[in-house]
């Protein structure tokens, strides 16, 4: 077994859930046990560990190779340690499993698989001879990706920058430098309760709401797929929930729907917001819109004119660069002042799912590829 598979494996075997998706207390959550164990993978590869608190028991782990001459550039290598639950959470999602030439367990793709090529890239770059001299190589293990990130954003908000992030998600190997952007939104109806033999004394919120799930899935998802952005194609709708009424006798006077409204280059909350005010005033339909994240989820878009960025596309083979639909942290370090591009190895199509895996032959590959690019720099 290679390194590369044995450390993603240990992995696996540390369950790092997002405690948003369990109940407070539960032994499956958070990232502390994964970010202590690479404190001590990275620590005896050689590199310098600070943690870096964010919230009570989480923290980001960040492993530095600090050359011996003047720092001139740096880099980030951004993967997070946190995973989505299961429906149910149940023991067999952690325990690692090798078969036909895949890794499966939870996080196997999302994104342990690139914690797994980062660190054994960086640590394999400290231990040999081509060292980079004046660039700074910093990866750094990230909470709470899969719910809010706060993560990348603490690390942003207290200034770190860098010249480049390659943020770890399952991208099939491919660089990725355009992703959409996320708003969850929520929208209420209001009615009047009556009685349900006599729905002529009501106004029933439920049907009110039923209009608008139908302009928002008809119309409005038409309009939107006459926008186009060359890497990411077009923007989507799509209602997710819908919670209305008390009791089956009873016109229901309150109904809510939340929406997933993914955004392209150009789209903000703002903009989002108030077409859709536009578009139900137009069509006589009274909701109230709220936002349901407290931070923004901002598409990425970066160029391809960095040298870095231009470097990194050609050590790894790729002639264009790709887009994506997900959002992840790298959206979140390029607003912050650095410019990002996505990588890693698996397909996001494996991502949260039950059977979860990851290729051994793109993971040892991505280790590959990532360490002739940090070879690569000065």
Same mark, same amino acid.
């Given at each position: ?41 990275? *620590?005896?590869? @050689? ?9 009570? &028991?989480?923290? !980001? /782990?960040?492993? #530095? %190779? ?98 480049? *992030?390659?943020? @770890? ?9 355009? &992703?959409?952007? !996320? /708003?969850?939104? #929520? %929208? ?98 009274? *909701? ?91």
């Amino acid at each position: 077994m290679m390194p590369v598979e044995k450390l993603l494996c240990e992995l696996v075997a540390l369950p790092s859930v997002n405690p948003a998706f369990l109940p407070a207390g539960d032994p499956w959550s958070g990232e502390q046990r994964v970010a202590e164990f690479l404190a001590a993978v990275a *620590a005896r590869g @050689g590199l310098e560990i600070e943690f870096q608190a964010v919230s009570p &028991h989480r923290a !980001n /782990l960040l492993a #530095r %190779l600090t050359p011996a001459g003047k720092v001139r550039a740096r880099i980030l290598l951004a993967p997070h340690l946190d995973t989505v639950g299961g429906e149910p959470v149940v023991p067999e999602l952690f325990i690692p499993r090798l078969r036909d030439g895949r890794v499966h367990g939870r996080g196997a793709c999302d994104t342990k698989g690139s914690v797994a090529a980062m660190l054994t890239a960086l640590v394999q770059l400290a231990r040999s001879e081509r060292r980079p001299v004046a660039t700074e190589i910093v990866f750094a293990g990230l909470v709470d990706e899969e719910h809010g990130q706060a993560g990348s954003r603490a690390l942003v908000r207290r200034g770190f920058r860098a010249d480049l *992030a390659i943020v @770890g998600e399952p991208t099939r190997l491919r660089v990725i430098t355009a &992703h959409k952007g !996320n /708003l969850w939104l #929520r %929208l209420e109806t209001r009615g009047r309760p009556a009685h349900g033999s006599q729905p002529e004394l009501g106004r029933n919120a439920v049907h009110l709401m039923a209009r608008i799930v139908h302009l928002l899935e008809t119309q409005y998802a038409a309009r939107l797929r006459r926008r186009r952005h060359r890497l990411l194609g077009h923007p989507t709708v799509s209602v997710g929930t819908i919670h209305g009424g008390s009791q089956t006798n009873v016109v229901p006077a309150a109904c809510a729907i939340t929406v997933d409204r993914r955004t392209i280059p150009g789209e903000t909350r703002a903009t989002v917001r108030r077409e859709l005010l536009a578009l139900l005033r137009r069509h006589r339909l009274a *909701a109230r819109l709220a936002d349901t994240k407290d931070a923004p989820c901002l598409p990425l878009e970066t160029g391809t004119r960095s040298p870095l960025v231009r470097a990194f596309l050609h050590s790894v083979g790729q002639t264009r660069p790709h887009g994506a639909n997900f959002f992840c942290d790298a959206a979140v370090f390029a607003h912050g002042g650095t410019p990002s591009v996505v990588f890693g190895p698996g397909d996001i199509a494996q991502a949260h799912t039950a059977h979860e895996w990851v290729s051994v032959r793109q993971l040892e590959q991505a280790t590959r590829l990532l360490t002739r690019f940090l070879q690569s720099l000065p």
